[in-house]
């Protein structure tokens, strides 16, 4: 084969890669440590739901735990993964999504607090 042809055919493959790695960097942001997600919400959760800063407190303190707890085997994955892209990719969006959805599912003055803990466990873990 041409260099000419592998050249055009590995141009197409950069090109792709390119696209895929903008959505990806979309929502990278939410992985870096936490810290822009948690600033937020917890300003969201005690201003516009009435959370104490207790409540806000507890939920971030699950989240910062399960973040703790997860990052060695979530590094031990990455390492020995052959699709660190994909799983970087699944991760990005199910953290964005887990923000949303927490946004949209707290209740006034921390009702359902305990589903609240769920997701910044389940968060905290994929984070």
């Known amino acids: 084969m041409s260099p000419i042809l592998l050249a055009k055919q590995g141009s197409s493959k950069n090109e792709r890669a390119r696209g895929t790695l903008r959505w990806v960097a979309l929502f990278l942001g939410e992985l870096r440590d ?26 971030f303190f699950v989240f910062g735990m399960s973040q ?3 990052q060695t085997p979530a ?23 887990l923000t949303l959805i927490t946004a949209a599912f707290a209740t006034e003055n921390g009702g359902n607090i305990m589903l609240m803990v769920l997701i910044k466990l389940v968060q905290g873990g994929i984070t």
């Not at 936490?34 to 937020?40: A, F, P």
């Not at 590094?75 to 999504?97: E, F, H, P, R």
């Open 75 to 97: 590094g031990y994955i990455m390492d020995y993964s052959d699709n660190k892209l994909t799983l970087l990719a699944t991760a990005s969006v199910a953290t964005t999504a």
């Open 34 to 59: 936490g810290l822009t997600m948690i600033n937020m919400q917890s300003a969201f959760l005690i201003i516009s739901k009435g959370y104490s800063e207790k409540q806000v407190g507890i939920l």
């Open 68 to 70: 703790f707890l997860c």
